[in-house]
């Protein structure tokens, strides 16, 4: 669940605005303003776009992170690239969910940024990804089993390259590697490394370099026409249930033999 309602309640007030100041200021009606406060709707991208500017400040801050007295903004990671991210809307005004298939990869690290290339790309939306921008990728060879090449990822855009987790999986956009999807090995901070690591063990871990990435993408879900096999063998969860289920039964015996 998103920050937005009590981050833009505290934000106005810290300002010293009322609702229909803070409204003006943005040129929308003040009832908007009460119900984006009131969680009763939720800005759409370019009005949320228009908030962050504002208050000098990243979409996913406003969105993700809980911003009081105590909250200080995370330094940000910069990069030798520029970060201009391209999206497209449909007729609603819903940001889309861009598509690039391995086929695009290639023209993607040259028209990542460019307007017209980007509305070039599939499009389609999930119900269930609602705030924030994503992108999907189409994903190639076995480096990550047991996901199947072919597999589609569903990516939010990681504005603040501070919020890569160790161990979590994203879509790396390098000038070196292509699209990749991999597991971050460490934190991604200025001038330094990031090692990437692949789910198959097959594959040794490799490093790239912070000035080399063009864009991140945190993997939020995935499409895929292969089902998974399955489990050949009992796993811990199910050893563990087995055994509780012989105690209990071992201890009815023991009861009843009393």
Known sequence: MSNISSNLKYLRKKKGLTQQQFADLMEIKRSLVGAYEEERAEPKYELLKKFAEYYELSMDEIVNEKINDKWKPKPKVESNNPRILSITVDKEDRENIELVPVKASAGYLNGYA??????????????????????????????????????????????????????????????SEGVVYKRAGNRLKENKPIKLIS????????????????????????????????????????????MAQMQKSIAQLKTGNN
């Open 199 to 242: 789910d198959n063990t097959v594959y040794e871990p490799y490093t790239v370099e912070a000035q080399d990435i063009l864009e991140v993408w945190k993997a939020k879900a995935y499409i895929s026409t292969t089902f998974p096999e399955p489990t050949a063998e009992p796993t811990m969860e199910s050893l563990t249930s087995m």
């Open 114 to 175: 460019d307007p017209e290339f980007i509305s070039e790309l599939p499009k389609f939306h999930l119900p269930m990804l609602k705030q924030g921008t994503y992108r999907a990728f189409e994903i190639k060879g076995d480096s990550m089993l047991p996901l199947q090449p072919g597999t589609i990822i569903v990516g939010e855009y990681v504005e603040n390259w501070n919020d890569v987790k160790i161990g979590e999986t994203y879509v790396f956009v390098t000038n």
